[in-house]
C-alpha cells in the first residue's frame, strides 16, 4: 500500500482521537526513524520523550526476544522473576521504598491518587481525601487523571468530573497554602509542566511545597511520567530539588517504548495498599519489567544522564542564540532534555515545516515547540535542527 492508502485505511477504521500527521512510520534506528516512502526523520519527540536510549535499541530488543521465549505473561497472584529483579533494581536507585506496577502514565497516577485517598482516610475516619493539583498541569485521560488536570480542554464534554479535587496556580506557595485544608490528602505536582507548556518553577519552590505538606500532613505525590527516567538529566526530576516526596508516579521512559508505569511510596505510606485494596492484569508483567531492566541499566551504565546535561545546556544555549536573531521565539525554558520554545505564533506551522524539512518536533499547548530527543542526542543532530528552524523563522513562520 501507499501512503495515501494506509491513511485511508487508519481513518476508516481507527477511531479519530488524534489530529495525526499524514506520514506513516514503520522502522527506526537511534535518532532516526523513517516512513513508507522510504524517507528518514531525525526524530526529536521520541514518540513524546519514550524512546530516550533511542529506537530499536539492541539491549532493549535482545531483553524483549530472550524474555518473549521464556515467558510473556503470568499474573500478579504469584511472584515474578524479572518483576522482582527490576524492582530490586529501580528501588535500589530511588529515595522511595516500594513500587507498584502498571501499564501507563495515567494508570500510574489514577494509583497514586488512589494511595492517599486510602492513606488519607485510614488516618482520618474517612474526611481526609481531597487531592489538590495545580493550574496548567497534564495528569493523564482516565477520569480521575482527567479531573486532575487543571485544564479545561481536557475536560470539556466529560461531566460530571469526580469529586475530590481542587486546583492551585503552579509556582504559588502562598494559595497551595491557603487552600490546603484538614480534607486533603495530597498535592499532586509535575517537577516541570510539560504539556502545560515546559513550565519550570522557581529554585526554591518544591523546597517550600515540601516543608507545607510535612506542616499541615499532606502528602506529596509528584508526577516524573514525563520528567522521571533521566529526562531532566537525573534519574529522578526531584533529585534536583533536594526533597524526598511521599509518592512518585512514572511511565513514559521506563521500557524504552515497552508500555508500563509505576507507583514509588514510602514503606509507611505504600502500606495503606492492603491485598485487594488495588490491581492491574498486565502489570509488572515479565516483557514489559524485562524491557524496563534493560532499559534502566542502558540509562545508567551508558552515562546518558551526563549526555543529557551536557547536550541539554547546549541545546538551550543555540535556542537562545536564535531567539536573539528571531523576534518570533519569546521565551527558551526547559531542564535536561524537556526544552520548549515559546513562540508568538502556533507552534503547529513550524512543526509542519520542520517536517517537510525531515524533523521530527512535538508541540506542548499551541504556542510552544516541544523537544524530547533521545537522550543519546548529538552535538550535530541538534546543530542540524537549530539551523532548520533558523531557516523557517527567517523564511517567516
Ligand atoms: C506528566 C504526565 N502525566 C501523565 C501522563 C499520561 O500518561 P499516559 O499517556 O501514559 O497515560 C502524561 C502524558 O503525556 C504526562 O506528561
Redesign the pocket.
Known amino acids: 500500500m501507499n501512503k495515501e492508502e494506509w491513511i485511508s485505511v487508519s481513518d476508516q477504521y481507527i477511531m479519530g482521537t488524534y489530529r495525526r500527521y499524514p506520514v506513516v512510520f514503520t522502522r527506526g534506528k537511534g535518532m532516526k526513524i523513517c516512513d513508507t516512502e522510504g524517507r528518514e526523520y531525525l526524530d526529536f519527540v521520541a514518540g ?1 520523550a519514550v524512546c530516550s536510549l533511542g529506537h530499536a535499541h539492541p539491549r532493549v530488543t535482545e531483553a524483549i526476544k530472550n524474555q518473549a521465549d521464556k515467558l510473556i505473561h503470568v499474573s500478579n497472584l504469584y511472584h515474578i522473576e524479572a518483576q522482582i529483579e527490576y524492582a530490586k533494581l529501580l528501588m535500589q536507585n530511588s529515595v522511595l521504598d516500594k513500587v507498584f506496577f502498571c501499564n ?4 500510574a ?1 489514577e494509583g497514586a491518587i488512589k494511595l492517599a485517598k486510602k492513606y488519607g482516610n485510614d488516618l482520618s475516619n474517612g474526611s481526609k481525601n481531597e487531592t489538590i493539583t495545580m493550574d496548567g498541569s ?4 482516565t477520569m480521575a ?1 482527567i479531573t486532575a488536570t487543571g485544564q479545561e480542554k481536557f475536560q470539556q464534554g466529560f461531566n460530571p468530573l469526580l469529586a475530590g479535587f481542587k486546583y492551585v496556580p503552579f509556582n504559588d506557595l502562598r494559595l497551595l497554602g491557603k487552600t490546603i485544608s484538614e480534607k486533603t490528602c495530597a498535592v499532586m505536582i ?1 517537577p516541570v509542566q ?2 502545560g507548556g515546559i513550565r519550570v518553577p522557581d529554585r526554591d519552590y518544591f523546597q517550600q511545597v515540601r516543608r507545607l505538606c510535612n506542616e499541615k500532613e499532606v502528602l506529596l505525590i509528584l ?1 516524573e ?2 520528567v522521571g527516567m533521566g529526562r531532566t538529566g537525573t534519574l529522578f526530576a526531584h533529585e534536583q530539588e533536594g526533597i524526598i516526596p511521599d509518592i512518585v508516579t512514572m ?2 521512559a521506563m521500557g524504552n517504548g515497552f508500555p508500563l ?1 509505576a507507583v514509588l511510596a514510602k514503606d509507611s505510606i505504600a502500606a495503606a495498599f492492603a491485598p485487594g485494596s488495588h490491581a492491574s492484569t498486565f502489570g509488572g508483567n515479565p516483557l514489559a519489567m524485562a524491557a524496563a531492566k534493560a532499559t534502566l541499566e542502558t540509562l545508567l551504565g551508558e552515562n546518558l544522564l551526563s549526555n543529557c546535561r551536557l547536550m541539554g545546556g547546549y541545546f538551550i544555549d543555540k535556542l537562545n542564540d536564535l531567539k536573539k536573531k528571531h523576534s518570533a521565539i519569546k521565551e527558551v525554558r526547559g531542564r535536561g532534555l524537556l526544552i520548549g520554545v515559546e513562540l508568538d505564533c502556533e507552534a503547529a506551522g513550524v512543526i509542519k515545516k520542520c517536517m517537510d524539512r525531515g524533523v521530527l518536533v512535538a508541540s506542548a499547548g499551541t504556542q510552544v515547540l516541544r523537544f524530547v530527543p533521545p537522550l543519546i542526542v548529538t552535538a550535530q543532530d541538534i546543530d542540524q535542527i537549530v539551523a532548520i528552524l533558523d531557516d523557517i523563522l527567517r523564511e517567516g513562520a
Open positions: 513524546i501507563s502514565g495515567a494508570e497516577n497534564f495528569h493523564g485521560r487523571t509535575e510539560a504539556e508526577d511520567v514525563q511511565a513514559k508505569g
